[in-house]
């Protein structure tokens, strides 16, 4: 018996074998069309419940198994699970597209929607009417035969291209080591980051240290290593990720991704792939983004440069460093930090115990919206560093599943991010609740310390923690509006505004004491602490903003002219570079989030939720940080409400007004510096 088309509630991690895959796709895949056919064969004129909501809960079986295959190959995969997801992917495109391009379907659709002024639907209903409506039409369904046909090519080959860029880039990070066996190659490198590279290389059975380009090893070295050369090796080997011309290469890769979204793009009607994608964002069109971008550009760009002369000064001063180079940036950036605010990571580390940080989270959550997360061991997971948790509510009502995976290892992919296994939906009157997932990728425990995270590590922690909780706290009908299923410029409000609670004493007394005296975290290092987070960032802004314009440039425009992504890249960056040219290198090619993830024209909607969540934590300020009633009406018009309404509506029914720009450049400290 496949454990996936059984029925289950959490996943069965432990039945399921490489081979249930592709025979669940198929039958789940075969299932869905069924009911699709008799959604459509259904005699009776269309009604919202027999043609929407059908819709809507059809194919849940295909949901889940997706949900899960794409997690592991995400968080757990191996090259069989890369060759199944390589197979799939074209497959599972063309069964979007049956459904997409399924004429019958779509007039069934069309007609409730041509009639919903009269239909006397909820905002809840509306919302989802409008949503699958425009699925459909934003998707090829009033195109011609022909067109739809070329529709259908397109999005097989999209698939199988997204796919085919992350592996490579995968392969490319796993594929580098630096192996050091002179000690004074690590002359810098603190104690844990060391022992850690020991460790690594203990456990390959190599003397000496290893050094590899996942977060924890590469970080670390390049702020804090003396030896300039090792860091420009690493430093070359990471910003040369799949730009190499070799068969891991991701150039072509990119061209093709970009051509091709901007080909369907224009077989929809639209004069670019931002043009189609910002049509359902806050921001509506490039227009708007550019706009937004500029006017942060312009605030932030004095400051930077500034920043980066005094950076410049400050290296020549102390090693006579003539031209201030990428691989020097985070080393004597961190140096200036030490001297100007006597504060380093190392300091702060030992009071970041990775259990009292999760333990720290769970306590805001607690204190904001009363929820209670009791950890269990009898819930299957996919490897044993995976912890889970059950959540619940102040009156003990079940709320959510939560997975939380932190470290890294060889099939996990860099970065963070929130994820969930199963959706929240309520249908024939019950509450069917969610599991959400947290994955990361924090510095590992070695044989004489815990996991002990960097304050950049703590803020990624909170930050995915509040993507989890807008999963968690999900309280709609349908599951397609749930959660995080909001526009892709809303949905890092919740995630970055709880960021905002790591650098607030009475968080930090909550959960920073040292590990091994038990002392609460002094507070001359929070003053420290708050008083650094503005430190170079006009620098820090300088540097989101090339990345959302180069994003803009790839997708906001034409790209059938471009021949050489380098060029063209460097072109993009033109109005934000502060650090000498590498031809050696290239964004582009690893730059997973618009190439292989969700962000393609949509890079800066980290900026703008940057002052949306400025705008909102500055109303917590101004009523108490942990104040039930701005929580209660961040839970109620925020996190609980998924994208059942306009975000703008629901983000003024929480705060009383539109977010206002001047909020996150008071807090970057910015306002000064124009």
């Known amino acids: 018996m496949n454990p996936l088309l059984s029925s289950f509630d959490t996943a069965p991690f432990s039945k399921i074998k490489n081979e249930h895959f592709k025979p669940a796709f198929l039958q789940a895949m075969q299932d869905a069309r069924a009911e699709i056919d008799a959604i459509t064969s259904n005699k009776e004129a269309p009604t919202f419940n027999n043609t929407i909501v059908a819709l809507e809960f059809s194919g849940q079986q295909l949901d889940r198994i997706s949900s899960v295959f794409f997690n592991l190959n995400s968080a757990e995969t191996n090259e069989e699970i890369q060759k199944i997801a390589q197979e799939i992917s074209p497959l599972l495109s063309e069964f979007s597209n049956d459904i997409t391009l399924n004429e019958a379907l779509f007039i069934r659709i069309k007609s409730i929607y041509e009639q919903k002024d009269s239909l006397n639907l909820s905002i809840e209903q509306t919302t989802l009417l409008d949503k699958k409506y425009k699925s459909f039409s934003r998707n090829g369904a009033n195109l011609s035969e022909d067109k739809k046909s070329r529709l259908r090519e397109i999005d097989a080959e999209l698939s199988k291209l997204k796919l085919k860029f992350g592996e490579n880039v995968l392969a490319e990070t796993n594929k580098f080591e630096m192996h050091l066996t002179d000690e004074k190659d690590v002359t810098g490198l603190p104690d844990g980051a060391k022992e850690m590279a020991a460790q690594l290389a203990k456990s390959k059975e190599k003397d000496g240290w290893l050094i590899t380009l996942d977060y924890p090893s590469y970080i670390p070295f390049m702020k804090y290593a003396e030896n300039r050369e090792l860091r420009k090796k690493l430093s070359l080997a990471f910003g040369s990720k799949a730009f190499k011309g070799d068969e891991l290469d991701n150039q072509e890769t990119v061209l093709k991704l970009a051509n091709l979204r901007f080909e369907r793009a224009n077989l929809l009607g639209y004069k670019t792939h931002a043009h189609f994608v910002l049509e359902e964002r806050m921001a509506e069109t490039p227009e708007k983004v550019h706009s937004f971008l500029n006017e942060l550009l312009e605030k932030a760009k004095p400051a930077a440069i500034k ?9 020549k001063g102390l090693d006579q460093i003539d031209t201030l180079q990428k691989w020097d940036g985070s080393y004597y950036s961190e140096k200036l930090k030490q001297k100007l605010f006597n504060l380093d990571d190392e300091q702060l ?8 940080v999760i333990s720290g989270v769970f306590t805001v959550a607690e204190k904001l919206f009363g929820l209670q997360f009791e950890e269990v061991f009898d819930v299957d997971k996919y490897h044993e560093e995976v912890k889970t948790y059950k959540v619940y509510d102040a009156d003990s009502n079940f709320v959510s599943l939560f997975y939380a995976d932190f470290h890294p290892r060889k099939g996990k992919r860099g970065g963070a991010w929130m994820t969930s296994f199963k959706s929240q939906w309520i249908k024939n009157g019950e509450n069917s609740r969610p599991q959400i997932s947290n994955v990361c990728n924090f510095t590992p425990s070695t044989e004489t310390k815990p996991s002990l995270l960097t304050f950049n590590e703590v803020t990624t922690l909170f930050h995915e923690f509040g993507h989890g909780l807008h999963g968690m706290l999900a309280n709609t009908t349908y599951p397609s509006l749930s959660g995080t299923s909001v526009y892709w410029d809303f949905v890092e409000l919740p995630s970055q505004v709880l960021e905002n609670w790591c650098y607030e004493k009475e968080t930090l007394e909550l959960f920073a004491t040292h590990y091994e005296t038990g002392e609460v975290i002094p507070m001359d290092l929070v003053e420290k602490i708050k008083a650094s ?16 314009l180069l994003d803009m440039a790839w997708h906001g425009t034409d790209p059938t002219a471009i021949t050489d992504v380098k060029t063209y890249e460097t072109e993009a960056f033109s109005g934000t570079n502060l650090f000498p040219e590498t031809p050696e290198t290239c964004m582009s090619t690893a730059f997973a989030h618009i190439f292989q993830g969700g962000y393609s024209s949509g890079y800066y909607s980290y900026k703008w939720a940057e002052v949306l969540d400025a705008d909102a934590f500055a109303y917590f300020k101004e009523k108490g940080i942990f104040n039930k009633e701005v929580a209660n009406k961040f839970k109620d018009n925020v996190l609980s409400k998924g994208g059942t309404e306009n975000p703008m509506v629901l983000y003024k029914r929480f705060r009383g007004t539109e977010p206002k720009v001047e909020a996150l450049l008071e807090r970057a400290g910015l306002l000064t510096s124009s």
């Not at 920043?307 to 290296?315: G, I, K, P």
């Not at 580390?349 to 009292?356: A, G, I």
């Not at 987070?533 to 959302?548: H, I, K, P, V, Y």
């Open 533 to 548: 987070a503005t430190f170079q960032e006009g620098m820090a802004t300088l540097r989101q903003l090339s990345f959302g």
């Open 307 to 315: 920043e980066f002369q005094e950076l410049e000064d400050f290296a």
């Open 349 to 356: 580390k030992p009071y970041f115990k990775l259990e009292n």
